[in-house]
């Protein structure tokens, strides 16, 4: 199975400020069709996740464009710009490879 | 609007048998793949389950294999999850989520499964 692996387990920031979250992967996710599956997800607190960014860097519908992902093969980021209240919660990234679809254990993301 | 309803949760006892099931509705249920998809009391996600648009490819985790069952009736835009020999390792919120080229995009709000003698 491929191994997610998200760091840091929390992080606290300041409103309008930015965070990182780093995703590694135990085996590229890259498939032979040129397409990385790497997704990117929040969970705010007592509500189901929601979808941020697919294929390492593409907005899902709706997302605001504070959310922005990078990386490639193994490693990946999600950047969050000037954050807000609304952006409290867990993130999860998931690779889409191969079965079984598997997640990181989550990145929590507080306010100061 | 894409809407995903789950039902048929509750509390069962350990070895019991109970089946989920999640009403679709806002596209057409037909042309996607959906997931089965948990998460213990304060843990994170975990893959279930996952079923293509015509049922011809299903996969399953290991930790559920031989005892669930995923399957589809698109007539009635319905997924459904048999789960069989539930364990205390079973009880979850359980998620179904659409997916289609490698994007599991739309989540229901979840059902409860508690297994507790």
């Known amino acids: 199975d491929i191994m997610m692996t998200q760091s840091p387990l929390s992080v606290a920031v300041t409103p309008g400020e930015s965070a990182s979250i780093s995703c590694r992967s135990s085996k590229s996710l890259l498939h032979s069709n040129g397409i990385t599956y790497l997704s990117w997800y929040l969970q705010r607190p007592e509500k189901s996740p929601q979808l941020l960014i697919y294929?390492?860097?593409n907005l899902a519908s709706g997302v605001s464009d504070r959310f922005s992902g990078s990386g490639s093969g193994t490693d990946f980021t999600l950047k969050i710009s000037k954050v807000e209240t609304e952006d409290v919660g867990i993130y999860y990234c998931v690779q889409f490879l191969e079965v079984p679809w598997t997640f990181g254990g989550g990145t929590k993301l507080e306010l100061k | 609007e894409v809407q995903l309803v789950e039902s048929g949760g509750g509390l069962v006892q350990p070895g019991r048998s109970l089946k989920l099931s999640c009403v679709a509705s806002?596209?057409?249920?037909?042309?996607?793949?959906m997931n089965w998809i948990r998460q213990a009391p304060g843990k994170g996600l975990e893959w279930v389950a996952y079923?293509?648009?015509?049922?011809?490819?299903?996969y399953y985790a290991e930790t559920v294999k031989g005892r669930f069952t995923i399957s589809r009736d698109n007539a009635k835009n319905t997924l459904y999850l048999q789960m069989t020999s539930l364990r205390s390792e079973d009880t979850a919120l359980y998620y179904c989520?659409?997916?289609?080229?490698?994007?599991?995009?739309?989540w229901g709000q979840g059902v409860m499964v508690t297994v507790s003698s």
């Open positions: 806002g596209f057409t249920f037909s042309n996607y793949g």
């Open positions: 989520a659409r997916h289609t080229m490698g994007i599991t995009d739309y």
């Open positions: 294929q390492i860097s």
């Open positions: 079923i293509s648009s015509g049922s011809s490819y299903i």
